[in-house]
């Protein structure tokens, strides 16, 4: 065995327990234990992790860890003075995500965003680790142990319990601001919509919705039909304030209508 001491900076420190936040966390370590391996015992998803110092020098995840070691492990490396992830490749341009199966919320809100994000209620972590491995997608969890498993890249763990609180959480996390395209997606697809002519539509809209609105959008795949109906100011309202606030706020809830007519920014 050797020991190592650790310490855990910004909001890693969360992942803790209380007693163990603010200070130095010296550690017995299995010869040859790696740096990732001894970062996840002590409780931190390695996909939350953006800079390693040992001895004050960066470090790769792969380090294997030595006598009298001092491992800092830090949330974004620009307070180290690194630039970039020097951890792990970044994900595509334009980010995509899969959500597990208690963010269903926060996967509608990315959607209204205009951010293509996978959910299923019903998705196992194996599913979820299929997807975002194979398409290159960002795992957006509250389970911590899901973010542990090798194959997953880049994830996300979400401390919010409100899906807009967690949606401005995201925001700020990932500068998603500039990447939003608002009402572009559908929300139960997860498909882009389409402009659709108002007359070939006319018989499926309410009454109220055929005077007063004659701009709509459509999904190719359910059928949906949306349109800026009464809470589609909110909604705008609620993305603006996520992509421009310091704390990306909340992110408002693109009602969508059903068939039987439910209004979203409009939808039948």
């Not at 951890?87 to 341009?93: H, K, Q, T």
């Not at 334009?94 to 951010?115: I, N, P, Q």
């Not at 599913?127 to 996300?156: F, M, N, P, Q, S």
């Not at 009454?207 to 059928?223: I, K, M, N, Q």
Request: charged share 30%.
């Amino acid at each position: 065995m050797v020991t190592a001491t650790f310490r855990f900076h910004q909001e890693l420190k969360d992942f803790l327990p209380r007693d163990r936040r603010e200070r130095s966390l010296a550690t017995e370590c299995a010869r040859r234990a790696t740096a990732k391996h001894m970062i996840e015992a002590l409780g931190v998803p390695h996909t939350e992790v953006e800079a390693v110092l040992v001895n004050g020098e960066p470090s790769g995840f792969e380090r294997i860890l030595a006598e009298g070691d001092h491992v800092d492990v830090y949330a974004r490396s620009s307070q180290v003075g690194q630039t970039g992830d020097a951890l792990r490749a970044r994900p595509r341009e334009r980010m995509r995500f899969v959500a597990d199966s208690h963010l269903g919320g926060l996967a509608r809100l990315l959607r209204m965003a205009g951010y293509d994000t996978l959910y299923d209620n019903h998705y196992h972590d194996d599913e979820v680790e299929a997807l975002a491995t194979d398409d290159d997608r960002i795992v957006l969890t509250r389970d911590r142990e899901l973010l542990k498993r090798r194959a997953i890249v880049h994830g996300c763990y979400v401390h919010a319990l409100d899906p807009e609180q967690q949606l401005r959480e995201l925001f700020a996390r990932l500068a998603l601001a500039s990447g939003a395209r608002p009402f572009s997606l559908c929300l139960h697809c997860n498909l882009p919509l389409r402009a659709v002519d108002k007359d070939s539509i006319l018989e499926r809209l309410p009454e109220s919705v055929r005077v007063l609105h004659h701009s709509f959008t459509t999904c190719d795949s359910c059928g949906r039909i949306y349109w800026k109906g009464s809470h589609y100011k909110r909604m705008a309202a609620l993305l603006d304030a996520v992509a421009t606030a310091a704390v990306p706020p909340s992110g408002a809830v693109a009602e969508v209508e059903s068939r039987d007519h439910t209004e979203h920014p409009g939808r039948a």
